[in-house]
C-alpha cells in the first residue's frame, strides 16, 4: 500500500496529549516511522534507551559482527537520493559500516531533534476517558500521547546464562550485544566464550587468531554455511546502483523478502548426482543461498531435510581435521535450516588451530562460574576474559521488560501468557491506539524489507485516523482470534515448528520460556502483505475506529 505523501496533516490542536505519536526505540523502524509521522505533520517523539541511533547496530559492536542479508538489500528503499548517496564496500558489511549508514540516515533526514536517548520507556498505560497513553520513562520522565508505536525490536533483549556466579567473575566479561564502545585488547588473552549461534559463530572465527588462547563453551551446534564475503569493486558497485529497482523489486516478490528464492523442484525430483551438483553450487553460493534459495521442500519435508542435513554434515567432517570434534560440531537435534542457519566465514577452520578448544557442555555441563574461570563438572578452567553469546529473549522479551497496560489496567504481559495474541502482528484488542513494528506474527524475513512496509502501513492507518477526524483505533477481538489462529496453523507442517529455538519462543536462560508458542508469523511475506493491504483498502473496517 502506497502512502500518499501531499499536504501534512495535523493530529488533533492542544490542548491534549504532549505528542500526537510517541516510539519507542530508534533502530531501523523506529528511525523509519519517525520520518514518515513528520511527514503527516504530526508531533512525535522517540525514546531510545541507548546514546545513539541504529539498534541491532549501535548495541552489537561484538568483533565480526556483521549481517547476513546481502548489503544492498538490507539498506533502506525509501529514498532514491540516499540510495545513489550510499556506497556499500562489502556484499555483506560489518557492524561499523551499517552502524555508519544508520548515522547518515539519521543526519540526511535530521532525525536526532526528535529523539530523546538515554531515555528507556518502563510503562505504558492505556487512559480511556482521554483516549491517550501515559508513557513513563526510568528517569522518571511522564509524557502523554495520542499514539504509541513500539521499535523495540525482535532481538534487542540480551539474555546472560542461568547459571550460578555470573557476577562472581574477577576477569572482563561481556554479553555480545553489550559490547564496550572502547577497543577492547584480546591479545594474548585466554578467552571463554558460551554460544555458538549466529553471534557466537561470529565471534569465535574473528577472535581465534588473536587470542592466547580460545575455550567454546557449546551447548547446541547450528548448521552453517559459508557466506563467502567480498569487497564491493566499482563496476559492480555501479551495477548495484543502477539495479536498486529490480532488486527491491525482487524482494518484495520472495517469500522472506531474501534476493533468494525456493528452487520449484522437489530435493528428490532430480537424480542423485544433481541433487549433489545443486548443493555444492549452494554451498559456494554468498549468502542464505543453500537456506532461502534450496529446494522447495527442505524444510517441510523429513527425507528431503535429511539429505541436505547429511550435505552439510560432510561438508563439516571434511573442514574440521581432529573427527570428534567434527562430531561434536555436526548438530544432532535438528535438522538443517530449521533454526537460523549462522553463516560463517572459517568458522570451522578455527577449531584446527591448536589455540582452540572445544567443550561440549552437554557432556560436561557448566557448574558455574568461579572468580577465575567456568568450572564445569570435570574440569576448573582459568580466564582473563568471558564472551557470552547467549543472545536474545527473543521477540516478546522488549515487551516483557515495559509495563504494557491496556483497557480495564490489564497487563499485556497476562494476555500473552499462552503467547502472543496480534491483529497482522501489528494490533492488539484491548490495546488501543497501540501499534507495534516488528513484533510477534509480523512477517519478518530480510527485516528492513519488512520495516518499511510495516511503517507505510502504520502510517496509513494513522493517517486514515486523522483524516476521519478518529480518536480511538483498536483491533477487535474476533480480528485477533482470526489473524492468531491463521497464524498457527501456517506453522503446522514446518519441520521448524517442532524444534527448540528463539523462533518457537524457548529460551532456558528466561523464566517462563519453556513452553513452545508461535511467536512467529511462517507464511510469505507477499501474503502477509495482500492481507495488510486488504484492510486498509476496506478502509479499515475490521476495526474498532471511533
Ligand atoms: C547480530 C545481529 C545480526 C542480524 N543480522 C540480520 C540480517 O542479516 N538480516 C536481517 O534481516 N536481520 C538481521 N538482524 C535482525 C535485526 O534486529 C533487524 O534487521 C533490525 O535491525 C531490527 O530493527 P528494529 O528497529 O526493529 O529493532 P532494533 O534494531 O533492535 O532496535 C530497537 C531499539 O529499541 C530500543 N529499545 C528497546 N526497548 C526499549 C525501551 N523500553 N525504551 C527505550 N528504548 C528501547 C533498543 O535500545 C533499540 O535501540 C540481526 C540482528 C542481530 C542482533
Redesign the pocket.
Known amino acids: 500500500m502506497a502512502v500518499s505523501r501531499e499536504a501534512p496533516t495535523t493530529i488533533d490542536a492542544a490542548p491534549g496529549p504532549d505528542f500526537d505519536a510517541i516510539v519507542?526505540?530508534?533502530?531501523?523502524?523506529?528511525?523509519?516511522q519517525l520520518h514518515r509521522l513528520r511527514e503527516l505533520g504530526m508531533r512525535v517523539r522517540v525514546?531510545?534507551?541507548?546514546t545513539g541511533?541504529?539498534?541491532?547496530?549501535?548495541?552489537?559492536r561484538?568483533p565480526g559482527?556483521?549481517?547476513?542479508?546481502e548489503s544492498y538489500s538490507?539498506g533502506y528503499s525509501f529514498s532514491k537520493e540516499l540510495l545513489e548517496e550510499w556506497n556499500w564496500s562489502e556484499h555483506?558489511a560489518g557492524?561499523p559500516e551499517t552502524q555508519a549508514y544508520l548515522n547518515l540516515v539519521a543526519d540526511k533526514f535530521d532525525l536526532r531533534r526528535d529523539i530523546q536517548f538515554r531515555?528507556?520507556?518502563?510503562a505504558v498505560h492505556w487512559e480511556e476517558e482521554t483516549r491517550h497513553w501515559n508513557v513513563t520513562?526510568?528517569d522518571g520522565g511522564r509524557f502523554r500521547t495520542r499514539f504509541l508505536i513500539?521499535?523495540?525490536?525482535?532481538?534487542?533483549?540480551p539474555t546472560l546464562p542461568r547459571i550460578e556466579g555470573v557476577d562472581m567473575f574477577g576477569g572482563q566479561s561481556f554479553h555480545?550485544?553489550r559490547w564496550p564502545h572502547e577497543t577492547v585488547d584480546l591479545a594474548g588473552k585466554r578467552v571463554a566464550v558460551i554460544g555458538t549461534g549466529?553471534?557466537g559463530v561470529?565471534t569465535i572465527q574473528t577472535i581465534a587468531g588473536s587470542v592466547g588462547h580460545l575455550t567454546v563453551f557449546q551447548r547446541t551446534p547450528n548448521w552453517c554455511a559459508p557466506l563467502h564475503n567480498s569487497k564491493i569493486d566499482p563496476e559492480t558497485q555501479k551495477q548495484i546502483k543502477s539495479s536498486y529497482p529490480e532488486i527491491f523489486r525482487r524482494c518484495q516478490e520472495t517469500f522472506a523478502?531474501?534476493i533468494h528464492t525456493p528452487d520449484p523442484r522437489g530435493t528428490f525430483e532430480v537424480s542423485d548426482e544433481e541433487r549433489e551438483a545443486f548443493f555444492e553450487k549452494l554451498y559456494a553460493e554468498p549468502g542464505f543461498a543453500i537456506w532461502q534459495g534450496n529446494f522447495r521442500d527442505i524444510v517441510i519435508d523429513r527425507k528431503a531435510n535429511a539429505a541436505i542435513s547429511d550435505f552439510v554434515a560432510r561438508k563439516i567432517r571434511q573442514r574440521v581435521k581432529d573427527p570428534e570434534v567434527a562430531e561434536k560440531l555436526i548438530p544432532r537435534n535438528h535438522g538443517f535450516g530449521t533454526r537460523r542457519v549462522p553463516?560463517e566465514t572459517r568458522y570451522y577452520e578455527a577449531y584446527n588451530r591448536d589455540n582452540v578448544e572445544l567443550v561440549d557442555i552437554t557432556e560436561t555441563p557448566i557448574e558455574r562460574i568461579t572468580p577465575k574461570g567456568i568450572k564445569t563438572s570435570n574440569h576448573d578452567y582459568e580466564f582473563d576474559m568471558i564472551i557470552y553469546a547467549t543472545?536474545?529473549d527473543a521477540i516478546t522479551g522488549?515487551f516483557d521488560?515495559?509495563d504494557i497496560r491496556g483497557t480495564h489496567g490489564v497487563r499485556l504481559k497476562q494476555k500473552w501468557k499462552g503467547g502472543p495474541q496480534t491483529f497482522l502482528g501489528v494490533l492488539i484488542d484491548g490495546f488501543p491506539n497501540l501499534m507495534m513494528?516488528?513484533g510477534p506474527h509480523t512477517a519478518?524475513?530480510?527485516?528492513?524489507?519488512?520495516?518499511e512496509y510495516n511503517v507505510d502501513w502504520v502510517t496509513g492507518l494513522i493517517r486514515h485516523a486523522s483524516e476521519a477526524g478518529l480518536t480511538r483505533v483498536e483491533a477487535t477481538s474476533a480480528a485477533v482470534t482470526s489473524w492468531t489462529d491463521h497464524v498457527k496453523a501456517l506453522g503446522v507442517g514446518l519441520l521448524s515448528n517442532e524444534v527448540n529455538s528463539w523462533m518457537t519462543g524457548i529460551n532456558s536462560n528466561v523464566e517462563g520460556k519453556q513452553t513452545r508458542i508461535v511467536a512467529r508469523y511462517s507464511g510469505s511475506a507477499p501474503a502477509y502483505r495482500a492481507r495488510c493491504d486488504e484492510v486498509a483498502s476496506r478502509r479499515y473496517d475490521e476495526l474498532e475506529l471511533a
Open positions: 519507542i526505540g530508534a533502530g531501523m523502524s523506529g528511525m523509519y525514546f531510545e534507551a541507548g541511533v541504529g539498534g541491532t547496530w549501535y548495541w552489537n561484538y559482527a556483521r549481517f547476513d542479508s538490507y555483506f557492524q531515555s528507556r520507556v518502563t520513562l526510568q513500539t521499535a523495540i525490536g525482535p532481538l534487542s533483549a555480545t550485544a549466529a553471534t561470529q523478502c531474501f553463516l543472545g536474545f522488549s521488560q515495559i513494528l516488528m519478518l524475513g530480510n527485516i528492513p524489507r519488512s520495516i
